[in-house]
C-alpha cells in the first residue's frame, strides 16, 4: 500500500509498506527439504540395502541348518537320509507319512519367500529358492531329495533392496556374487567360487 504524506516544504512523498514475502520463504524450506532429501534418502537405501543382505545370509544359514535336522532326523520318515530339494516351502509344509502335521523346520514367512509358490512374499526383500543342479551339472531333485548335496540362492527382488546374490549348499559356507549377474540356477565349480568373497568378510 503506498501512502502520501506531506513534508514541511510542501510536497508530497510516497512510501512504500514492505512486508516479508510468504512465496519466498516456501521456496526456501521447499529448497530445504528438497537438500535434506537427497543426502539422506540415498543413505538410507544403502542402510537398508545392508540390513537386507545380512537377513538373506542369515536366512540361508537356517536353510542349511534345516536340511541338515531333515537330513539326521529323518524327518520325512521316508527311512533314508537324504536332503530335500524339490523347494524351500516344503521345509515347512511338508507332510511325513502317517504324519498330520507338517514339518516345520522354517518359518512360515521364510516358506512364503520360495517365489515357486502362489501367494509368495519375499522376505525380507529377497526370495528364497532351490537350486536346479550341482557343480557336475547333475539334478539336485531326485524324486524331490537327494542322498547328499542340496543347493539354495537367496537373490534380491531389485537392485534397490539387495546388491548380491547368495548361495549355500551342503558344505555349509555361503558365497555370494554382484546381481550383475543373472542368479545361477547350477551351483558353480570350485574355480568360480574362488572368486567369490564370503559374506562373513562383508555383510556383519
Same mark, same amino acid.
Not at 107 to 132: C, E, H, I, N
Not at 156 to 166: A, E, H, I, L, M
Given at each position: 500500500m503506498n501512502d502520501r504524506n506531506e513534508s514541511r516544504d510542501g510536497l508530497q512523498y510516497s512510501r512504500m509498506e514492505t512486508k516479508p514475502s510468504n512465496l519466498a520463504t516456501w521456496i526456501v524450506g521447499i529448497v530445504v527439504v528438497v537438500l535434506i532429501a537427497a543426502i539422506a534418502v540415498p543413505g538410507l537405501l544403502s542402510s537398508q540395502r545392508a540390513s537386507n543382505e545380512r537377513g538373506a545370509n542369515a536366512l540361508l544359514k537356517t536353510l542349511a541348518s534345516a536340511e541338515a535336522d531333515f537330513k539326521g532326523n529323518d524327518?520325512? @520318515? %521316508?527311512?533314508? #537320509?537324504?536332503?530335500?530339494? @524339490?523347494? !524351500?516351502? +516344503?521345509?515347512?509344509?511338508?507332510?511325513? $507319512?502317517?504324519?498330520? *502335521?507338517? /514339518?516345520? &523346520? /522354517?518359518?512360515?514367512? &521364510? $516358506?512364503? $519367500?520360495?517365489?515357486?509358490?502362489? +501367494?509368495? !512374499?519375499? =522376505?525380507?526383500?529377497?526370495?528364497? #529358492? $532351490? =537350486?536346479?543342479?550341482? *557343480? *557336475?551339472? @547333475?539334478?539336485?531333485? #531326485?524324486g524331490d531329495r537327494h542322498p547328499s @548335496?542340496? +543347493?539354495?540362492?537367496?537373490?534380491?527382488?531389485?537392485?534397490?533392496? +539387495?546388491? %548380491? !546374490?547368495?548361495y549355500v549348499n551342503e558344505g555349509n559356507t555361503i558365497f555370494k556374487r554382484s546381481t550383475e549377474f543373472p542368479p545361477l540356477t547350477q551351483w558353480p565349480s570350485d574355480a568360480e567360487l574362488k572368486s567369490w568373497f564370503h559374506p562373513d568378510d562383508c555383510c556383519k
Open positions: 524327518r520325512d @520318515k %521316508n527311512g533314508v #537320509q537324504d536332503f530335500w530339494t @524339490k523347494d !524351500v516351502a +516344503g521345509l515347512f509344509d511338508l507332510v511325513p $507319512a502317517g504324519d498330520t *502335521e507338517p /514339518i516345520q &523346520l /522354517i518359518s512360515p514367512d &521364510l $516358506a512364503k $519367500a520360495d517365489p515357486t509358490r502362489p +501367494g509368495s !512374499v519375499p =522376505m525380507p526383500g529377497y526370495w528364497f #529358492q $532351490a =537350486m536346479d543342479k550341482d *557343480e *557336475e551339472g @547333475k539334478d539336485y531333485r #531326485q @548335496k542340496f +543347493g539354495f540362492r537367496g537373490y534380491p527382488v531389485d537392485r534397490s533392496t +539387495g546388491r %548380491n !546374490v547368495f
